[in-house]
């Protein structure tokens, strides 16, 4: 099965709009994952950051008729959900929205959800939307949805957060979403000691990899246990998994556009020395990937 990626928001921490940001882009995370038209209109987004608004508008102006979308949210820190107000689908009436991720601690994520929309902090409730919601849980492991079969799989990052890879229930190319992860030694999280080596096996010849890049590597040094990686991290990652493909992702906000090209460029370098084929690349909004 054919299917498109796009990149609507591929920012870290928090939205970075400017002059100086706009070849890679501002917007915080979110990426779409559509199938051929054949298909139908069918959807899977990964996250909710503020890149889901421009998504959003842009469904409502195709106006093919309702919707059909899977939301999965990697967690639910403010930078992954505070586009979600600002969807426009959810005030479509004959839209359907089913929205997949974990709980934090005990706290359910229908309750996160309507936290964010509560009256103290933004006018309209969760309550008024006019899509048919659902909320669903996730735990590590296999579930489907339209079209793919999901792996969720849990990453160091402060909170319960999760990496998911997406495999067409038909064949075909294969990609994983792996953004909020820390590689490196640092923080304190609930995974066991063979972790490295599950991810590795998770994430086994996936032909397009959308990973965590957030610092360089004399950043990463002041922000151990903060929960990110660095590209060189993601670099290596890659290869001892032998990806196809390695996108850069959720972009630091003090590395504007000159910083990302020189990234880029030393990311670059270091998969060469691998020795590997290993095609890198940073995400850019409105980058698409078709597979």
């Excluded at 949210?73 to 992954?80: I, K, M, P, V």
């Excluded at 067409?168 to 792996?178: C, E, F, H, L, Q």
């Amino acid at each position: 099965m054919a299917y498109t990626i796009t990149i609507w928001g591929a920012r870290g921490s928090i939205p970075t709009p400017g002059a100086l940001t706009t070849r890679y882009g501002g917007n915080t995370p979110c990426v779409a994952v559509e199938q051929s038209r054949e298909a139908g209109d069918r959807l899977v987004i990964l996250d909710a950051g503020t890149g889901i608004r421009l998504l959003g508008q842009e469904l409502v102006e195709r106006g093919n008729g309702p919707l059909q979308v899977d939301l999965l949210l990697s967690h639910t820190h403010w930078d992954h959900i505070q586009g979600i107000p600002f969807f426009a689908p959810f005030f479509n009436d004959g839209n359907e929205v089913r929205v997949w991720g974990s709980k934090q601690g005990d706290v359910d994520l229908d309750v996160i959800l309507r936290q964010q929309m509560h009256p103290v902090v933004f006018p309209v409730p969760l309550d008024r939307v006019s899509a048919e919601l659902f909320v669903e849980h996730v735990e590590p492991g296999t579930f489907e949805i339209d079209g793919f079969q999901v792996e969720a799989f849990r990453l160091r990052h402060p909170g319960n957060t999760l990496g998911y890879r997406l495999q067409p229930m038909g064949g075909g190319a294969s990609m994983a979403y792996v953004t909020d992860n820390e590689l490196g030694p640092g923080g304190e999280y609930d995974v066991g000691p063979k972790w490295r080596r599950e991810l590795v096996r998770f994430l086994k010849g996936v032909d397009v990899l959308i990973h965590d890049a957030m610092y360089t590597p004399e950043d990463l040094e002041q922000h151990r246990g903060w929960g990110h990686s660095s590209y060189a991290e993601a670099v290596t990652l890659a290869a001892d998994a032998g990806v196809g493909r390695l996108v850069l992702f959720h972009h630091r906000p003090e590395h504007d556009d000159a910083a990302m090209d020189n990234l880029v460029e030393a990311a670059q370098t270091e998969a060469e020395e691998t020795g590997q084929t290993l095609e890198v690349i940073a995400a850019t909004e409105g980058m698409q990937l078709t597979l």
